[in-house]
């Protein structure tokens, strides 16, 4: 990843203060065994691993590029395992070995096309046929604010939707287009819009989807 599709740097320092706060629904996961292998890629402080520890999964970990992050998850969740990202998006997983991953409020702070289908295709290749990549991020907002910073940046930046916060780091609102796109080598299992609080404390709808990977020959839907 580029440096601005990485920004460990802002995560571990400004980054470190702020809550995250996408809801997860819990009954998309009932059908999942409780001993399935999680991966929570961009964990932050842990929220939601601890919050899959306490449903009942044996197996989670979260992973993070922010190691004050990392170390804060690590003393309010110990019964999940976090480690830290030295080579973003690169993991340690082997090809086919985890049930489900959590990809929640990561694309908004990778802005650039290659660096989001970078991550993806990693995800997908951890992924085992028929698992499941819960995506939670933000889609291009409707307010004056949003679309007056989109404006603002769609030159410098060359996609609109892509700005920077005043605190010091680039994000990125998405098109439900590109979102399709990007995730179009999985299928959809389930879907929904989601009222969200963002890290400065910005009232913002998310998308949020369920995505199946394919079984080898598979024909997608």
Not at 176 to 205: C, I, K, Q, S, Y
Request: aromatic share 8%.
């Amino acid at each position: 990843m580029t440096d601005l599709d990485n920004q460990a740097g802002y995560w571990n320092s400004t980054g470190t203060v702020k809550t995250f706060g996408h809801p997860i629904a819990l009954p998309w996961l009932d059908g999942i065994d409780r001993r399935a292998r999680v991966l929570d890629y961009g964990c932050g402080y842990g929220r939601l691993a601890g919050l899959l520890v306490q449903q009942g999964f044996e197996k989670v970990e979260g992973v993070d590029v922010a190691p004050r992050l990392v170390s804060r998850a690590k003393s309010e969740h110990p019964g999940a395992q976090f480690t830290v990202l030295t080579d973003p998006p690169h993991l340690d997983q082997q090809a086919d070995s985890v049930d489900l991953v959590l990809l929640f409020a990561v694309l908004t702070c990778i802005p650039g096309d290659a660096g989001q289908r970078e991550l993806v295709t990693e995800l997908r290749r951890v992924l085992r046929p028929g698992g499941l990549l819960y995506v939670s991020d933000l889609c291009l907002q409707e307010d004056h604010r949003n679309r007056s910073r989109y404006e603002r940046f769609a030159a410098k930046y060359g996609t609109y939707g892509v700005f920077e916060t005043d605190d010091g780091v680039v994000c990125r609102h998405h098109t439900t287009d590109w979102l399709d796109h990007l995730l179009g080598d999985f299928d959809l299992a389930a879907g929904r819009e989601v009222a969200v609080e963002t890290m400065n404390g910005h009232p913002a709808l998310a998308t949020q989807r369920l995505m199946v990977k394919p079984h080898a020959g598979t024909p997608q839907t």
